[in-house]
Nanobody, 122 residues
């Protein structure tokens, strides 16, 4: 599975942004999908995850209620809708795919995209 993120950019605090993750291959639906982020000088952290079918989602406490993760298996895409952004959300955002299933742990993911930069100005 190859993953390509898009949709990052510069946004003012309080604004929205939507990230997309395009997956190659016919087996996308057999992978859970997750979004992680990494800010300068910090470790990569979990943001959100969604099950293979899309029926179960999980969020980091820091984004719960502001971010929404979705997927469309027919189109081999995943999305992360981010609302009410604040400067602390500034990071490179990565999508990832896990054969084992949805997880909050980066080590559980088998494939990663190259990342897309999100910068939130105050």
């Amino acid at each position: 599975v190859q993953l390509v993120e898009s949709g990052g950019g510069l946004v003012q605090a309080g604004g929205p942004l939507r990230l997309s993750c395009a997956a190659s291959g016919r087996t996308f639906s057999t992978y859970a999908m997750g979004w992680f982020r990494q800010a300068p000088g910090k470790e990569r952290e979990f943001v959100a995850a969604i099950s293979r079918s899309g029926g179960v989602t999980n969020y980091a406490d820091s984004v719960k209620g502001r971010f929404t993760i979705t997927r469309d298996n027919a189109k081999n895409t995943g999305k992360l809708q981010m609302n009410s952004l604040n400067p602390e959300d500034t990071a490179v955002y990565y999508c990832a795919a896990a054969k084992r299933g949805s997880s909050r742990y980066a080590t559980e993911y088998d494939y990663w995209g190259q990342g897309t930069q999100v910068t939130v100005s105050s």
